[in-house]
């Protein structure tokens, strides 16, 4: 028996699985959804109406009865037909425009309002016994009857002579009593397994493969990426694993690369995503292609080439010098993937920058930022390029444990335009209410400080505020930024979730040097749930170190709205100045142009779970190595400051050069390390605040 057991536990481990088959449903053909709308009738206990008592969108009944008063906005959440030319529910269209209306979901609808006594007698007041209550009830009246006809069996079957798939909204129940308040739900693959649905005369089984969501009584086709998308989305991308592109939320146990929750786009999404549209990531994963980019060489992320022509765009330092022509993404799919070149060991997850023009407001396209479509507090739409990194989660095809790996959830991190800081949590002087989406109270902030292009944070992921007499970090202490001082600029509209500094809108130079940078971001691999942080269990999977190389990413907008980007792996010059902490290592060459300064110094945000023996901060001193076979030059005038107990490490085999009138300062508590050679030029200064900043360790220094 267990030779047996062990088999079939082989099989399901190495099992050919491809993402883009779906992880239980193909995200390919016309998907028919069966939508039961349930209301309670409180009649057992009524002031668990109260909450609901104020209805906009879909009413309060007093008599049990079948599609009667239903919401208003039904056709505006699902389409009944498919007709590519002429999409309207959101989710419909969604879907469609994601898939190049490769998946087609289209449904029906069943309004069932029920009593509250009804579902006691089945025994608790559950989501599980409210769904049999209302399967039962339409049994009673007769069978099934739909908002708009489609009660015959062939509409829902999916094939095995069941129905294929199943939602139920509920408008009026709470997490305390029926299981899920407004905004919440799930995906199930048991939903009703033991239930069978009379139509037209005959019972038909569910398939089990359904979600069920509590709306509440708002117009939930208002918003692409609200709960109703995110829980069909688990159905093609994979279970709360996948959360990703601000859909993530702390009750999951599976390790995540960042510390920080991330916010983002994507059909995976929701209350945290930025862009209401999907991501290049989630196309690749789905095999969803425009026919334009379709091509007999299976690439998977196009662009164009400057003539036009469809061009591989996933490409890495191998392919040296490229040049690609970005269609806007909603429309053609067109995306650019970069492979980064280094990681901390074999064991560390890859690292990939993508690039997406998306040009809301002017594509037709269900593309903007989220809530900007319900309220002017929101930004609107303007459009420009998207940056984000993907971390690991890059095998399409293999073992189920590969395509499904568990322990990379939220792994897609936003590269905003406005770069990376540090942010300082403030206590407000008294309770405010922003005013904007979110209505609520808040009793603190957080300001934007200094520049930290490779440790620091952005305003679309968590912040954590730790006090004093804390020593490790636990999900109690990260909160998300909803007031956001620039100066004294004050900003109450949701940054958190996005804004216009966040696109690239104008021509940009990226690469080691700028804020931000072309570099790597640091992962540590990590699970928060309600207590404190777990991350000793894939430290292997960590890179901790900013790797400089020589990539840069040329942006260029047209006029016409495609935009242009050059990558190039030999821009070794630094233009501006900069501030670098954390742990840095120069593998190739760096160049910091004439009156150029850095400052290697202490990081501020909150970059590891445990505090800091030395620093007594959530941190690491900085350290610089240049890497043997590495070159670092010092141009005219140019300053490098050394300070805050950060080193500059200079190995052997590495050179480190300061040409006429630059600066290398080392502060009285930081070090200067050489191994290797360390030439000063004609007039250049090497100053050394204390004998004791220096250790000369083999290697040599040369006086011109």
């Known amino acids: 028996m267990l030779s047996v057991l062990l088999m079939l536990f082989a099989v399901a481990v190495f099992a050919q699985r491809n993402s883009w088959d779906g992880w239980m449903v193909k995200p390919r ?10 209301n309670i009738i409180y009649n057992v206990h009524p002031e668990r ?21 239903p919401p208003d906005y039904l056709l505006r959440l699902m389409d009944t037909v498919y007709n590519p030319n002429n999409l309207y529910g959101c989710i419909t269209r969604l879907y469609g425009e994601s898939s190049f209306d490769e998946l087609q979901i289209t449904g029906d609808f069943v309004i069932v309002n029920i009593k509250e006594s009804r579902v006691l007698k089945l025994g608790s007041f559950n989501e599980s016994n409210i769904e049999n209550a209302a399967v039962d009830f339409i049994n009673e009246q007769g069978g099934l009857q739909t908002m708009y006809g489609h009660n015959d069996i062939s509409y829902y079957d999916n094939g095995s002579g069941k129905i294929g798939f199943i939602q139920f909204f509920f408008r009026n129940i709470t997490k305390e009593y029926g299981g899920d308040s407004a905004g919440s739900g799930y995906f199930s693959t048991t939903m009703l397994r033991s239930k069978k649905l009379l139509i037209n005369g005959n019972y038909y089984p569910f398939s089990g493969i359904g979600t069920a969501q ?9 918003n692409p990426t609200g709960i109703v998308q995110h829980e069909i989305s688990h159905s093609f991308f994979g279970p709360n694993s996948f959360h990703t592109s601000g859909g993530n939320h702390r009750r999951s146990g599976e390790y995540m690369p960042f510390l920080p929750m991330q916010c983002g786009y994507g059909l995976m999404g929701g209350s ?3 862009l209401v549209s999907c991501n290049g990531y989630e196309r690749w994963r789905m095999h969803w292609q425009h026919e334009s980019n379709r091509n007999a060489n299976d690439w998977w992320i196009v662009a164009r080439d400057i003539d036009g022509n469809p061009k591989n765009a996933d490409i890495s330092k191998e392919d040296g010098q490229q040049t690609f022509i970005l269609r806007d993404f909603v429309t053609y799919g067109d995306a650019v993937r970069i492979k980064l070149p280094y990681k901390d060991s074999e064991s560390s997850s890859n690292q990939y920058i993508w690039i997406e023009n998306h040009q809301s407001g002017r594509n037709n396209k269900l593309d903007f930022l989220q809530f900007a479509n319900e309220s002017d507090c929101r930004p609107q739409q303007v459009a420009g390029v998207y940056a984000y990194y993907q971390i690991g989660r890059d095998i399409l095809s293999g073992a189920n444990n590969d395509v499904y790996y568990a322990n990379e959830r939220d792994n897609l991190r936003m590269i905003p335009a406005e770069g990376y800081w540090n942010y300082s949590y403030h206590v407000a002087d ?3 209410n922003i005013k904007c989406i979110n209505w609520a109270t808040h009793d603190c902030y957080y300001s934007r400080d200094a520049e930290n292009p490779f440790c620091g944070t952005h305003d679309m992921e968590g912040h954590f505020s730790v006090s004093d007499d804390e020593d490790i970090l636990s999900s109690a202490m990260e909160k998300p930024m909803w007031r956001k001082c620039i100066g004294r600029i004050q900003i109450d509209s949701l940054v958190s979730l996005g804004d216009t500094r966040d696109m690239f809108c104008t021509h940009t130079n990226l690469n080691m040097g700028t804020n931000p940078s072309t570099c790597n971001t640091k992962t540590f ?8 942080c777990q991350y000793s269990s894939h430290l292997s999977r960590n890179t901790q170190t900013t790797y400089l190389t020589g990539l840069g990413i040329e942006i260029t907008p047209f006029d016409d709205g495609n935009c242009r980007i050059d990558v190039r792996w030999d821009d070794y010059t630094i233009t501006n100045n900069a501030i670098w902490t954390g742990s840095i290592s120069l593998k190739e060459r760096a160049v910091l142009a004439p ?9 501020l945000t909150v970059a590891q779970p445990m505090r800091d023996d030395v620093t007594g901060l959530f941190a690491k001193p900085t350290v610089l190595v240049c890497e043997a076979g590495s070159e670092f030059v ?3 005038g140019s300053i490098v400051n050394v300070e805050e107990k950060s080193t500059l490490v200079i190995e052997a085999g590495a050179a480190y050069r300061m040409d006429s009138k630059a600066k290398l300062k080392v502060d009285r508590t930081s070090h200067l390390v050489v191994r290797g050679r360390l030439i000063v030029g004609n007039g250049a200064k090497l100053v050394l605040k204390s004998k004791n900043c220096m250790q000369l360790e083999g290697g040599e220094i040369v006086y011109e």
């Open 272 to 274: 945290g995503s930025t």
């Open 49 to 69: 109406e109260k909450p609901f008592a104020k209805t906009n969108h879909w009413n309060m009944v007093l008599l049990e009865s079948l599609n009667q008063n």
């Open 595 to 603: 009156k150029m300064e850095i400052w290697l110094t202490q990081n």
């Open 525 to 532: 691999y990590n699970s928060m749930t309600t207590g404190r």
């Open 430 to 432: 008294t309770v405010y």
């Open 29 to 38: 053909g016309e998907i028919r959804m069966l939508n039961f709308f349930v």
């Open 634 to 636: 010092q141009e005219a």
């Open 214 to 222: 509590c709306v509440g009584t708002h117009d939930v086709s208002l």
